[in-house]
């Protein structure tokens, strides 16, 4: 069975994921994957998701090897997607870890190859370690997720991050609320939407960060002059202005990668409220943990 949507897993098992993710934060890991490959297959560039993959498959033992973009690769040669991770999946390692486009069907990819696949950022289908090492982070912040009310600001439409956590919340308990132009955000049934950043802060306990995906961007959208760098800063860029009355409780998250002077200020950087860092570090437990229950013992 591959992995490439929250929505495949139940919630007892998401609990015991964060259990295997923060016990292999406390407890010295020994390697019990020695005799296991992953294939980290990367047709979209990564340093967070790659590395961690990498960093979390090490500790746990295993070793790993790379396809990094299209350079150097017989995709050079006009070798298809699909025919790069069969060819991949026939050399037998014992998982495939994946980010692609939406050019990609990693479901229909899953059915074709007798490797389980992990979704490594899908298109913009889901990036589901993404949204589960988010909420690992609130949750060691010692929040009750059926009081979080987790506002994404910024590029809603182009987010696989958002896709992933519309099926994670209703598992977990946790409200999501959308802020943005209205031109970058998507209606969901249940999801209160806010077109100005201060109306959407004063319902907040937690606001994510979401860089503006330009290039996932059609040429009809770039030519909408609503869409401009300098007025989406103007009116949504998390800075020490816009959050200075903001809960001194709440909580700051971002994926990654920052455009620092866009969506998010430099000075936010020193705020005490910025878990970006602690995101990362999550990211390896909760990929470790994925890899582990996938290779060792089953969720
Ligand atoms: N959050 C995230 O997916 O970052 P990368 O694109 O660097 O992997």
Redesign the pocket.
Known sequence: MSFLSVKQLKTEQIEKLFQTASFFKTKEVKPKLDDKIVSLIFF???????MSFEVAALRLGAKTHLLNNKLGTSLEKDETLEDTVKNIAAMRPDLLVV?CNDDLDLAQMSKEVDVPILN??WGTQG?PT?ALLDILTVKEQQRELNKEKILFVGDVKHSR?VSSHLELAPLLGYQIGFCGPEEMLIDRPGVQKFNQLSEGLKWATTVYSLRVQFERYSQKEKENQQLTTANFISHFQLNSQSLSSWSKEGLILH???VNYGVELASEIIKDSRNLILTQVEH?VLVRMALIYHFLKEQL
């Open positions: 979209e560039p990564s340093t967070r998701t790659r980010r490594a950022g990036h993404q991050v994926p990654g990668p990211g």
